[in-house]
């Protein structure tokens, strides 16, 4: 298996420190709102490679952290007229029932921020008596120039770093730094009603960077496998994570860096932010669109690449997955009938390749599109063999269980694609049983003004030996 790690900016080859077992820590919202569609990019990307190394049969430690204290918690918590703990868990809740909509596996921990004080504080002294950190005016900032690879992963020129950094840096905050591209790791409290702890260096609350370097480091060791998170968290966030805890550990961090693409909008594919008030989201989106829809949507493009959000794509992920669904159905229309029994030889052969093609594309750093591509090329023949008089029993069975466990990587439940029919699926049910009684009446008036009516409903009837089906184009 091969991922792309952002680190050296080619694919490598996977090797996990524990054979057999995969350490991965993946950044978290910060919880001040509901998350839009570009904060479940990630969400949904990381648990598609999560559930594609549980395929594989890797046993996968994964932490997903909540930051429930910084400026935009202090900020919102104010305009509501709330505390920062009651918004934190209003946001955390619904941050859960999004993503459980969207069939995301929880994640193994889910550590919180402000219940990891003493572990911040902890880990800010050990910098400070390293020398890689100092104290001003009760805040505490990192040396960015001396840990020596700072830049690395985001290939960023220190000079430029600075240049750019003193342009941004107020002035009060610029005179307490020994550099314009030094970084906080604690911020001393500013107003009496602002969410503080006690420290070393009065009342306080720790930096956002410092939180996930304590956070995973503490859950996962001083090195692990993958660290996770969208394009946009490569530099400062990340690049301030290596410095820092490699700096406290003397240690590598982390052996491969995996970052997923935007989200755009629009015919100009605009990145999608709230900084930009372009964003939707997935509380409000999911009043309206199935939730498998949505998921399969974001979950059928290689982690790394773009995803332009639109009704036509949307409407393509729900054809595809109708696709799946009637040829589920068909399978299971037939399994459950008496038919005589054959075999399948050139099915079984087929499933046997679509898993091996499955499993090429997918160990080539995720490659979802060639993934499903193997898998719908299967679907004509599955289609062929379940419209046959005698029924391949034993092919059509292994076809439905490898199904579940390809489309399982893409978080689609076999079951509940199937299930997820309209709840007009009686009244059709019975319609089609009245068509199918006018023909056997001759009395092809009736059996017409139901196919049409039926036809007007998005409903397709199929005549087949074994009786009427019908499927929703």
Not at 98 to 111: F, G, Q, Y
Not at 157 to 184: C, M, T
Not at 221 to 228: A, K, L, N, P, Q
Not at 378 to 396: F, W, Y
Request: hydrophobic share 35%; glycine share 6%.
């Amino acid at each position: 298996m091969k991922v792309f790690n952002t680190l050296t900016r080619q694919k490598e080859e996977f090797k996990p420190l524990v054979p057999g077992e995969v350490s991965m820590y993946v950044c978290g919202p910060t919880v001040y709102n509901y998350i839009h569609i570009g904060n479940a990019r990630s969400v949904i990307a990381f648990d598609t490679i999560r559930r594609y190394f549980e395929y594989r049969g890797y046993k996968v430690k994964y932490v997903s952290n909540f930051t429930d204290v910084d400026d935009k918690m202090i900020n919102e918590a104010r305009n509501e007229g709330t505390s920062v703990p009651e918004l934190a868990d209003r946001y955390i809740k619904a941050f859960l029932a999004d993503t459980a909509a969207l069939n995301v596996e929880p994640a193994t921990l889910h550590p919180r921020a402000t219940q990891e004080i003493p572990a911040i504080i902890d880990f800010v002294q050990t910098l400070i008596a390293k020398g890689y950190a100092y104290e001003a005016d009760g805040d505490v900032y990192y040396r960015a120039k001396k840990f020596p690879d700072y830049g690395k992963l985001s290939d960023q020129n220190i000079a430029e770093l600075e240049e750019g950094a003193s342009e941004h840096v107020n002035d009060e905050e610029q005179a307490r730094k020994e550099d314009p591209i030094d970084f906080a790791l604690w911020k001393a409290q500013k107003t009496a009603d602002e969410i503080a702890w006690d420290s070393p260096w009065g009342k306080g609350r720790p930096g956002w960077h410092i939180e996930c370097s304590v956070m995973s480091t503490k859950y996962l060791g001083d090195t692990f496998d993958i660290h996770g998170g969208g394009q946009d968290l490569e530099f400062p966030h990340h690049e301030n994570e290596i410095a820092q805890s490699e700096a406290k550990t003397g240690k590598k961090f982390v052996n491969y860096w995996l970052h997923n693409g935007f989200v755009t909008v629009g015919k100009d594919e605009e990145k999608m932010s709230k900084s930009l008030h372009n964003f939707v989201t997935v509380h409000d989106i999911l009043q309206e669109i199935d939730p498998q829809i949505l998921r399969f949507f974001m979950a059928s493009v290689q982690y790394r690449r773009q995803i332009n959000y639109s009704e036509e794509n949307l409407d393509q992920a729900k054809t595809i997955l109708d696709r799946f669904k009637n040829t589920v159905e068909s399978v299971q229309y037939r399994l459950a009938g008496k038919a005589a029994e054959t075999t399948a030889p050139e099915l079984a052969k087929a499933i046997e390749k679509t898993e091996n093609a499955f499993v090429a594309a997918m160990d080539d750093d995720f490659n979802v599109q060639n993934a499903l591509t193997a898998i719908y090329d299967l679907l004509p023949l599955v289609n062929k063999q379940a419209s046959q008089e005698k029924v391949a029993k034993t092919e059509l069975t292994s076809f439905l269980q490898h199904l579940a466990g390809w489309l399982g990587v893409f978080g689609v439940d076999l079951d509940n694609l199937t299930s997820s029919a309209a709840a007009d699926d009686a009244e059709i049910d019975a319609l089609v049983k009245k068509r199918d009684q006018a023909r056997k009446e001759k009395n092809w008036a009736v059996s017409d003004q139901i196919r049409d009516e039926l036809a007007k409903r998005g409903i397709k009837l199929l005549d087949t030996p074994q009786g009427t089906r019908w499927t929703r184009e």
